[in-house]
């Protein structure tokens, strides 16, 4: 039988005209969201301290082209696509409220994506919750407000997945055309856009196409390979990288437990407590409890099969890389929230189970209320990264150096945020040699040339350089990062054994995941 609650509609296609009240109704209802989406996620937009990751991402992107593909290939490929169009941005200004803005925007824009794409399986009334769901998510307005790729990540995913269900549904050539495209940018804005696409074939090859009786099915199918051959070659350069690079890159990411799943439910439902993933989770299960029987058994009946594609696309990428995480770790929530749609999609079903409006408004407005607090939570704290001391340890080098300092970086890669925060200071790039005689201490290691190059990301200390240039300085700062895990013990043993042969006197200062240390004579 039917699902009476709530229309998976047959010819659920927003392009079908509508009479031209419901139309204004609608862009008002959307655009007002899109005016809250907005307003939540430029508010604060600078509350937080850039954190390593950003001033990475901000460094990259000021490279030469030359140093900015060499860096990419070596290291960093994953996300390509948004340190391309981060070169692009830094153009119109360099501050950290303009560089976040960038986020931001993309952000906002997934807020009526998200709506065209629930309006694919379901009526308008589930399209406009699932939009304000996302709206008022707090785990989207945390990656919103980051210099990261993010944000781009989720909206070009739902586009991908958007595009395919209009092909599904009208199978022409440019929602072909679109599906193949967005798939392909989306791998380029994040690796783990390849457990997507994944997640999509295998529901298209479990449960079928929906209504896939028709004659024209066989051809469609073969496009539909033909598509994902396409996908696959587009993907060809990243599969190269990860089989050159491997795990390297995420060897920080460390093996989950039960609770890294149970955090997982909690950040991507935008809670800052337990009471909203909970109220998340007995509403997906409103959705899901009138199909029975039916859920656990193939359905090409559109009705059903929504709910299939969007439990595989929820599941399968986190269960996957939560049991490889035991060979190799690569569980980590902010890599997953891809599938963070889907599990909005089939809240915002339960929801609108609740068929009288005096049920439904308030249980909305009640979940929306809990979602506001959780947005009020990240703009102070953030959900895993809490932010480092590099911006402070920074200003305190640049407010206390003297003439003839010198500054060495235990890992070449700590001396990104330094210069990210020391362009702030200066308003300039960090790369013009007069501000490089200028500002701070002068850089002995990784690198003494103005500005950052490919060098400073993989350099690699030695006693003989140490030798060389530390006895012609009469004070040396050291600035250590991140120095409470695995890491460069032969550098640090390095340091601790050999300065004290030419500066006994040591200060330290403590800063969160910073530690600054100055050597002098006396």
Known sequence: MPLPEVRVEQNANPAHPQPMSARWISCLILGLLVGAGAVLRFAYLTSKPFWFDECFSVELARLNWTD??????????????????????????????????????????????????????????????????????????????????YALFVLLVVLSSGFLLAWVREPIRRNRLAFMATSILAMYAHLYALLLLAAQWLALCCFGRPDSTNQASGESDERLRQAWKVIAVGALPLLIFVAKTGAGPIRWVHRPGIHDLLNFWKQISGGSSWPLPLIYFLLCLAALAPLGKRLLRPDQSREVWAYHFLLVWLLFPVLLTFFLSFLRPVFLARFLMFCQPALIMLTAVGIARLRKAWLLMPALAAVLLLALHGVFFVYGHGYENQPDGSGAATEFILDHTQPGDGIIFHIAEARVPYEFFRSLRAGT???????????????????????????????????????????????????????????????????????????????????PKVEICLYHRN
């Open 68 to 149: 900015f593909l060499h860096v990419i290939w070596w290291r960093e490929a994953n996300m390509i696509l948004y340190y391309i169009l981060l070169r692009g941005w830094l153009h119109f200004g360099q501050s950290e409220f303009l560089i976040r803005t960038l986020s931001a925007v993309f952000a906002v824009a997934t807020i009526p994506a998200m709506y065209w794409l629930t309006r694919q399986f379901f009526d308008r009334g589930v399209a406009f919750v699932a939009a304000a769901l996302f709206t008022f998510n707090a785990y989207n307005v945390c990656y919103a407000q980051e210099a990261r790729s």
């Open 429 to 511: 790039n960090t790369a013009s040699p007069s501000f490089h005689r200028e500002i701070g201490p002068e850089i002995l290691f990784p690198d003494d040339r103005p500005g950052l190059d490919f060098n400073d990301f993989k350099a690699a200390l030695s006693s003989d350089f140490l030798r060389e240039i530390v006895p012609t300085h009469s004070r040396v700062w050291v600035m250590y990062m991140y120095n409470d895990g695995p890491g460069p013990m032969h550098t640090n043993e390095l340091l601790v054994k050999m300065l004290p042969e030419w500066f006994p006197a040591r200060q330290c200062w403590q800063f």
